[in-house]
């Protein structure tokens, strides 16, 4: 079946630093990937939606400059927290959609912490 | 009002019990239906999907799909310990690719 391979799995970084999160579709081509942001014991938010060789599209209420997507292949989405702060802290997962498939897939996610 | 409506549970069952997870929404123009498992701190896993309504079965697990009442269910027979996760509704427009979930209902299945 359809693999997402999400990157890093943890990071602790310091603040003011910048961190790069890794999602690649392995066997299959993404057209579409997605990327969310989970708070303890809720349900995953929406970030933005990438689509290869544009630019994402960011839900309402997400700091574009913060949170720098980046689609630059069918197989490869990148997520860089820019600058990042304790309360960037958070769990983040990215999903990709492919042409025939109605469910979507899912990475592992990244637990990131910010010192 | 939220566009889907999940219990948060916790859901607690005896291990071999049916279980029974239903969401709610309000969209009618929903057409593709979604069961996630999420187990602590990895991303969410599909289990099942249908389009429009209908039943589809797999394995322990069966997904409903009702459009006239707007309601979903997903059944899981012979309950595990190892079923015990939080489990996401999500569903979508047909060509509309952005993912509306419910808040997950977490299941407990004790041995």
């Known amino acids: 079946g359809a693999v997402v391979s999400q990157h890093p799995s943890w990071v602790i970084c310091k603040s003011g630093t910048s961190v790069k999160i890794e999602c690649r579709s392995l066997?299959?081509?993404?057209?579409?990937m997605f990327w969310y942001r989970q708070f303890p014991k809720q349900s995953l938010m929406l970030m933005a939606t990438?689509?290869?060789?544009?630019?994402?599209?960011?839900e309402q209420g997400v700091e574009k400059d913060k949170f720098l997507i980046n689609h630059a292949s069918l197989t490869l989405s990148t997520l860089t927290v820019t600058s990042a702060h304790p309360e960037d802290s958070s769990f983040y997962i990215c999903?990709?959609?492919?042409?025939?498939?109605?469910?979507?897939?899912f990475g592992s996610g990244t637990r990131l912490t910010v010192v | 009002q939220k566009e889907v409506e999940q219990d948060p549970g916790p859901l607690s069952v005896p291990e071999g019990a049916i279980v029974s997870l239903n969401c709610t929404y309000s969209?009618?123009?929903?057409?593709?239906f979604m069961w996630y498992r999420q187990y602590s701190r990895k991303g969410p896993e599909l289990l099942m999907y249908?389009?429009?309504?209908g039943n589809k079965e797999d394995g322990r697990f069966t997904a409903q799909v009702d459009k006239s009442s707007k309601y979903i269910s997903l059944f899981i027979r012979d309950s595990q310990p190892s079923d015990s996760a939080t489990y996401l509704c999500?569903?979508?427009?047909?060509?509309?690719?952005?993912?509306?979930f419910g808040t997950g209902t977490r299941l407990l299945v004790s041995p």
């Open positions: 066997d299959f081509q993404a057209t579409t």
């Open positions: 999903s990709a959609s492919f042409l025939r498939e109605a469910g979507y897939t």
């Open positions: 999500a569903m979508r427009n047909t060509g509309f690719q952005k993912l509306v």
């Open positions: 969209n009618s123009a929903f057409q593709y």
């Open positions: 990438s689509n290869e060789g544009s630019k994402a599209t960011y």
């Open positions: 249908t389009y429009s309504s």
